[in-house]
């Protein structure tokens, strides 16, 4: 007979190969029809529920790799608590409004100077929801399992009469002013930035000393001295309306090359070397206090320049003597308002020179900057030009450089709820740790919120004004539009006139004929999303304030976690937030920004069709995520290689299970040979950390705890000997029976644990997984963690068997690399060992030539007796010589006892027993 045939070999139809760029969407098409989320949703329904609230991203482009990165984060999460728990929904959404999609049509060549404002803005919500279209694909291609048919969406109608709400009740609280105030204006885009839409790039710009003389030096200064300011804006001289000098630093006036120049004491040296001066003299030493309101002339202009205390003023570079323009930077702005300054801001909305800078009118303000220089040296004024690469803001989607413009804006107050703002930041739970500091420091520090933009693609500012010009912001008016925008969406405001969006037979004293006008100002995107807490988790059932949790990438820190903090204290004095976790930058394999010049971006679409999504978030899982992450081909060529491994032993697992039936089959714990008791020890020890590190969104940790269990405790160990139960004892052979046992809890827990990373392949193992009774492994919850009896004790004594059984294997190797062997079970290993490891060995009762995998082992005796040719190690010296025998046709093992059985003449005795017993009707 032909022995194989006797052999129970692995079965299974569960594929080697994961082919998962085909696999997989036939898995998603199968969630999809099966409603998944709403399967899982109403499973979980009773439980504490578990909100992670989702950052939008815009609705522009293609997924790239950090949305990739993001969207997988929330989805292990997600489904994670599902599994531990909780009720776990997630609502996807996106951000829909603004100036990206504006410039995306105008590309597309849309005329909007030739069509009404509403209709432009139904081209833009068109164009939105065909980019929600392809992101939504793209993200599902992804396995994230979410409302995908129900997102939230910052242009729908319900959303925007929330966000009118939450304005209203910012501005019944008084947080909500108009002001002319230095604001990031973007020449290129024509309107105000938020400090989130701003970019720090290199630029090149002139750096200039120009001297200011004293006009009246009140008793303090001579007329003939000269204040000397510094600037890298030339352009922003003519606007120029007073020096700033701090209070308590010390002024010099030295006199050079005839004439007397004053700067700060503190800056004098670097000055005198920047000016090439040999010979100066310091004439005269005075506190920047004693200069308050000493009057300059202006070089240009000859118009008074008032010399005023600024706390802002520092010794960092420059003079100490700041040039201060109150229409072009804020410092300049809180100084001049201080001293009854006007905000003069000679620049308009497209960066030219208006006719309040004489002489420049009309010259873009870059432009202009070499000849109000040229001027400036025609007056004698200019002391120093020279250039310097510095770090300028730009605007992050023109990519072009911004100013400091003095326009009508709407604010928001921050520092009028900055305390409880700060507060809020406080009570929240931080991941990392740092966060906490960042967003403490940075609403600490800002300044108020410009939230008016002067495009046309977003929410109307819900301000009527009365005849004489008087804002109108009533309880009444913001219901009225609220309501109006919930029925009919927020183009109403451009359709209608002002009377027709305001109150039937609403009245007001500043308009005595009854006339109105409404804003004409939209509010920043930022405001959009910001208001989500109120516009989503408030408007939806399904959903709750605060969120349990925020996650978006480091950079959110200025954007949605802030601008979500800002409105939420501000109408409800929380946060909408218990926790923020934030994820850092993708970078190539060399640690480089991507950039398509460069040619190295990886593209989520192309890595999915290649390798499959599972590889992406196998990758996601095994990044330091916290901090930036590195991605390339290579990098994920190595995640695939893991990934197989994994592949591998759930194969195993599933291959060695086809005749086991856990509701007949099933070993009892204390009925488990000690090995076998183990290695369950081994299993729970691995769900413990596993679902702790879930708790804690550590998925490193999970990558190389399930990595190593799989191919150190499984493969290389308990796998490796069970072979030769598993393939060669009879079917119900108890041993057999213990490690499909153990197999099967490995099994089924491993699915389980591995679930919320490997969607996929999670989901098709468990469909080959004899008797499970649920549909999906994503309607299952994680395994429990058990303490098994003597579990302490049993991991002490194999895991020192562990030790010793890689000594033997080491010199396994050595001797066959020195030809003495070839495979394992063609020797016999004679031990030599200590006391320690001679007590060891005898208390296992199961078979150590098994365990070893060679075909003849003995103990010879102690560590002394060991001949010089043994492979010497701590506890242990090896020789390792050819077994004795002939080898068995059917296990491989060699032995003198080989065809001692009748009629079995190539079989060992182990073999020909269980041979006779169960397939004697094959001879």
Partial sequence: MDYKDSLLMPNTEFPMRGNLPKREPEIQAKWEETNIYGKVQERTKDRPMFVLHDGPPYANGDIHIGHALNKILKDFIVRSKSMTGYNAPYVPGWDTHGLPIEQALTNKG???????????????????????????????RLGVRGDWENPYITLKPEYEAQQIKVFGEMAKKGYIYKGKKPVYWSPSSESALAEAEIEYKDKRSPSIYVAFKVKDGKNVLDQDTHIVIWTTTPWTIPANLGISVHPDLIYTVVEANGKKFMVAEDLLASVAKEFEWENYKVVQTVKGIELERVVAEHPLYGRDSLVMLGEHVTTDAGTGCVHTAPGHGEDDFHVGMKYGLDVLCPVDDKGNMTSEAPGFEGLFYDAANKPITEKLEEAGALLKLTFITHSYPHDWRTKKPVIFRATAQWFASIKDFRNELLEAVKETNWYPAWGETRLFNMVRDRGDWCISRQRVWGVPIPVFYA???????????????????????????????????LPEGFTHPGSPNGQFTKETDIMDVWFDSGSSHQAVLLERDDLQRPADLYLEGSDQYRGWFNSSLSTAVAVTGKAPYKGVLSHGFTLDGEGRKMSKSIGNVVVPAKVMNQLGADILRLWVASVDYQADV??????????????????????????????????????????????????????????????????????????????????????????????????????????????????????????????????????????????????????????????????????????????????????????????????????????????????????????????????GFEVAGSLSDAPENAVKFENTAIVVSKAEGDTCERCWTVTPEVGQTEGYDTLCPRCAEVVKNNYSHLA
Wanted: hydrophobic share 40%.
């Fill in 110 to 140: 849309v005329k909007r100077k030739e069509m009404s404002v509403a209709e432009f803005r139904k081209l833009c919500e068109e164009y939105a929801y065909e980019q929600i279209d392809s992101q939504r694909a793209q993200f599902k």
């Fill in 467 to 501: 005849e004489n010009g008087e804002e109108i912001i009533t309880d009444e008016t913001i219901e009225q539009v609220s309501n109006l925008f919930r029925e009919h969406g927020s183009n109403i405001w451009f359709e209608r006139d002002a009377k027709e969006l």
């Fill in 630 to 855: 590195r991605v390339s081909d290579a990098i994920l060529k190595q995640v695939a290689e893991v990934y197989r491994k994994i592949r591998n032993t759930f194969r195993f697992l599933l291959g060695n299970l086809d005749d086991f039936n856990p509701a007949t089959d099933l070993v009892s714990f204390e009925n488990l040979r000690e090995v076998d008791q183990f290695m369950l020890v081994k299993l729970n020890k691995l769900i413990k950390s596993v679902r702790e590190s879930y708790d804690r969104y550590e998925f490193a940790s999970i990558y190389h705890a399930v990595n190593n269990f799989c191919t150190l405790d499984l493969s290389a160990f308990y796998l490796d000997f069970a072979k030769d139960v598993l393939y060669i004892e009879a079917k119900d052979n108890a041993e057999r029976r213990a490690i499909q046992t153990v197999l099967y809890e490995s099994l089924i827990a491993l699915t389980k644990l591995v679930a919320p990373i490997l969607s996929h392949t999670s989901d098709e193992v468990w469909s080959f997984i004899p008797n499970v009774k649920e549909d999906s492994v994503q309607l299952t919850d994680m395994p429990e963690y058990q303490e098994l009896p003597n579990a302490k004790q049993l991991e002490e004594k194999w895991t020192a068997f562990m030790k010793l059984r890689n000594d033997v294997l080491k010199a396994l190797e050595e001797a066959r690399n020195e030809k003495v062997i070839g495979k394992s079970l063609t020797a016999k290993v004679t031990l030599y060992v200590n006391d320690q490891a001679k007590s060891l060995l005898d208390s296992i009762q199961e078979n150590l030539q098994q365990l070893f995998i060679v075909s």
